[in-house]
């Protein structure tokens, strides 16, 4: 998508943005009947069709709106727009629009032609099609170009993967297509196998990894700039490309959901293409812990005692609280092997939190009030929101385990994501800036692409946003 800072005296596409109080002021301007269809509330659209070619009149909302609604407006716009806009150049009007708004109304243009399977079909993928915008200058326009189409790579990538069907998204396929994006943006890229996990002991990974027809593969990604003494954040993204629950089986009804068990990685995935994409002055490692959770003769079984990457014991009571298993070691190789300044995992962890927040929010723990507020701040800021939680020591008695060092649930029903979060907590190796997010409840629901639940994209500008404006 070209934006150009010019205007043309003829234009057969224009896109003219109006709050309601802006409509108000100046729709004695136009014809008086369109006011019957249009005030400017957030996103109506009314179509003017003339001799000349076609206005958008499309609606914003109040004049007190936040940023990230000027995106929701855009990415609706485009969705509902698809068959209709022509690739050619178009002029936007929209004076109520500052810097920072115009490049979220830009984002969402782009985010907005996403379905799956993706193909880049929408009119604002065509060459031929411009935003000709003369109230910011070239080199403005030139920069948010580039963000909207890094972030929306990020995102796509994102919910690509992440909607794929179970059969199409193998240890291996995933793994390759890393191994190719690792090459496409000079990233390092490190993988172990199932052999190699074994004489590294990550033993918590590899007893999930066991019941599966699929080699092991413990993959690390790191994007190093050349910036001095930049900044480093550890992403470490829960990797379970189809969970059955394994032994302890989930129940069917709801079961083809589980190709969505994969959302932490796929927020770590689009926020690695990103900073790429912008160079971002930062340096990240990123730890995907790729398997199944399957059913086999080889599956882990409740009560077996796994040995984890740090040396604690852990009694399994659960198979399907696998995903705390594979980040138990992703976390402790992150935390002993990379000196990082954050550590953040992502999961789609537990029904506990889909059951406390639905989807308006992620549960957010931390041990850091920095990295705490920071996370919340971003959240509010990209609407993709947290909600602290805590993580007192009483939630620590609920994991004791006869047998092992820990547990992997507690008997108690209640406060899963708690107890999840306090799992995790032992294998931090004392990381003085760690967050655990569980975005069960938000990675993946209702779209406006989609008929039946999908990915949400959740996470990828909510971790773009804060590295690249950590300072």
Request: include cysteine.
């Given at each position: 998508m070209k934006l150009i800072n010019k205007k043309n005296k003829n234009y057969t596409q224009?896109?003219?943005?109006?709050?309601?109080?802006?409509?108000?002021?100046?729709?004695?301007?136009?014809?008086?009947?369109?006011?019957?269809?249009?005030?400017?509330?957030?996103?109506?659209?009314?179509?003017n069709a003339h001799e000349e070619g076609i206005t958008y009149f499309i609606g914003i909302g109040k004049s007190t709106l936040q940023n990230f609604e000027i995106q929701q407006v855009a990415v609706k716009f485009s969705q509902t727009q698809k068959g209709k806009v022509q690739p050619v150049p178009t002029l936007v009007i929209a004076d109520c629009l500052n810097e920072r708004q115009f490049e979220e109304f830009a984002k969402g243009l782009l985010i907005g032609t996403y379905n799956y399977p993706f193909e880049k079909t929408h009119a604002f993928w065509n060459a031929k099609f411009e935003l000709h915008f003369e109230n910011l200058s070239q080199k403005k326009l030139d920069t948010i170009g580039k963000k909207a189409e890094a972030l929306s790579n990020g995102?796509?990538?994102?919910?690509?993967w992440?909607?794929?069907?179970?059969?199409?998204?193998?240890?291996?396929?995933?793994?390759?297509?890393?191994?190719?994006?690792?090459?496409?943006?000079?990233?390092?890229?490190?993988?172990?196998?199932?052999?190699?996990?074994?004489?590294?002991?990550?033993?918590?990974?590899?007893?999930?990894?066991?019941?599966?027809?699929?080699?092991?593969a413990f993959?690390?990604?790191?994007?190093?700039?050349?910036?001095?003494?930049?900044?480093?954040?550890?992403?470490?993204?829960?990797?379970?490309?189809?969970?059955?629950?394994?032994?302890?089986?989930?129940?069917?009804d709801n079961m083809h959901y589980m190709k969505s068990d994969m959302g932490g990685a796929t927020a770590v995935l689009g926020t690695l293409i990103y900073a790429a994409e912008m160079q971002l002055p930062v340096n990240i490692v990123a730890i995907l812990p790729i398997t199944d959770n399957a059913i086999s003769e080889n599956a882990f079984l409740p009560s077996d005692v796994i040995t984890a990457y740090n040396g604690k014991t852990i009694e399994v009571l659960n198979t399907d609280a696998e995903g705390r298993m594979i980040l138990a070691d992703g976390l402790s190789y992150m935390a002993k092997n990379f000196k990082t300044d954050f550590l953040i995992d992502l999961a789609t962890l537990t029904g506990s939190s889909v059951r406390m927040f639905g989807d308006t929010c992620g549960a957010l723990f931390s041990n850091n009030e920095e990295l705490k507020n920071l996370l919340i701040k971003t959240g509010d800021k990209t609407n993709q929101r947290l909600w602290n939680l805590p993580l007192w020591d009483v939630w620590k008695d609920d994991i004791q385990s006869d047998v092992a060092d820990i547990k992997n649930i507690s008997m108690k029903p209640i406060g899963d994501c708690i107890i999840a979060a306090k799992f995790l907590e032992q294998f931090i190796e004392n990381h003085p800036k760690w967050a655990h997010l569980d975005i069960a409840g938000v990675a993946f629901g209702n779209v406006g692409y989609a008929k039946e639940k999908a990915a949400t994209g959740f996470g990828v500008q909510l971790l773009a946003d804060l590295i690249e404006n950590y300072h």
């Open positions: 224009v896109f003219h943005l109006f709050t309601e109080e802006e409509w108000t002021k100046t729709s004695k301007n136009f014809n008086k009947n369109i006011s019957t269809f249009f005030t400017g509330k957030k996103h109506e659209v009314f179509v995102q796509t990538a994102c919910q690509e992440l909607n794929k069907p179970a059969n199409l998204k193998k240890p291996d396929t995933f793994s390759l297509y890393l191994k190719n994006l690792a090459k496409k943006y000079d990233l390092k890229y490190t993988s172990f196998n199932r052999k190699k996990c074994e004489e590294l002991g990550l033993g918590a990974y590899l007893s999930v990894n066991q019941g599966s027809a699929y080699d092991a993959t690390i990604i790191e994007y190093k700039t050349n910036v001095k003494n930049a900044v480093t954040f550890g992403l470490v993204g829960k990797c379970v490309l189809f969970d059955t629950g394994g032994i302890s089986l989930k129940n069917p």
